[in-house]
């Protein structure tokens, strides 16, 4: 699954049994610091830094395993009502890890006093308009 140069990555070396989902351009995982329980990752096995940089069977692996990890939470999970799909694309962005892996966070109703706005609150003040 690691490519060279790639030995310190914290995904190229995620052993299978952590998996929940798995094809062969990608894999899911529960995230280690969740936002929500049962907060996944979608990672492609390839090391690339940005969602950018995927190659179409990677981006359609991954959008696979996203649909299967949505409904794999739901199965799990009744009190869910809602998603949050998040991908950092670069410093400025926010990503910490650069390997390219996508957020799906799972929602529940009062999870949050004002839900409105979703994901604009990467930038708090435009989160209400």
Do not use: W
Not at 69 to 77: G, K, S, T, V
């Amino acid at each position: 699954m690691s490519q060279a140069g790639q030995k310190h990555c914290i995904f190229c070396n995620k052993p299978e049994y952590k998996m929940v989902l798995k094809n062969e351009f990608a894999y899911a995982v529960r995230d280690g610091h969740p936002v929500t329980d049962l907060h996944t990752l979608i990672i492609p096995r390839r090391c690339v830094p940005t969602y950018f940089d995927l190659n179409e069977n990677e981006v359609r692996d991954c959008q696979e395993l996203l649909m299967l990890a949505r409904q794999d939470i739901l199965n799990i999970d009744k009190t869910v009502t809602g998603f949050n799909i998040g991908i950092n694309a670069g410093k400025d962005a926010g990503q910490s890890i650069f390997h390219c892996h996508i957020h799906l966070i799972p929602r529940r109703k009062g999870d949050v006093e004002r839900p409105r706005g979703g994901v604009r609150a990467v930038i708090p003040h435009k989160q209400t308009y």
